[in-house]
């Protein structure tokens, strides 16, 4: 292959990349504040998966989010009400799950009884944790709801594992959603 040919397959690439769905991804699990030193790692890997996933989608802590709105003079008051907006104006939501982070467990026993919200949700959890009986209710309806759960175990937070997990499935929801169009064109629904 000469010069030329190469620049043009390098510029097709570029081409059908910025093609691709941007998602609005919301990054749930243990935040900055929490005392723990498992929650603190889970928090960094918050950090790492959200500096990831922006480098091609718009990836937010709704955390951060609910503070800016707050700083505009927003209406926040009712926090449940705001986050459970977001997650319905986003395209996918991410949730680490670890057994000390009780925030966490109350936004998913929050969310997860929504059907709109529950099919947007990736929930990766602690599995080397007993999983209380209820919590385990609200893993089963997400999965029942054509929302994803995967478990992962502290070896995982600190290994690239998790973050490459996360990273093919927000791969394949792109896929899927660049293929939608297509499907539809098709009649194939």
Request: net charge negative; with cysteine; glycine share 4%.
């Amino acid at each position: 292959m000469n010069k030329n040919e190469i620049d043009a397959i390098k510029s097709m690439i570029e081409k059908y990349v910025e093609s691709r769905p941007k998602l609005t991804i919301l990054i749930m699990g243990p935040g900055k504040d929490n005392k723990d030193d498992y929650a603190q790692k889970c928090y960094k890997k918050r950090c790492q998966i959200r500096d990831f996933l922006a480098e091609r989608h718009n990836a937010l802590f709704p955390e951060v989010v609910c503070e800016e709105a707050k700083n505009k003079g927003d209406d926040v008051s009712n926090t449940t009400a705001f986050e459970k907006n977001l997650i319905e104006q986003s395209h996918q939501v991410i949730i680490l799950l670890i057994p000390r982070a009780e925030g966490v467990k109350s936004e998913v026993d929050t969310f997860s009884i929504y059907p709109e919200c529950a099919k947007k949700m990736h929930l990766y959890y602690d599995y080397s944790h007993n999983i209380p009986w209820h919590l385990q209710n609200h893993i089963d309806f997400i999965e029942g709801n054509s929302g994803k759960t995967e478990e992962f175990c502290e070896d995982d937070i600190e290994s690239c594992l998790l973050l490459t997990k996360i990273g093919l499935k927000i791969d394949q929801v792109v896929s899927a959603m660049s293929m939608w169009a297509y499907k539809k064109y098709q009649g194939i629904e």
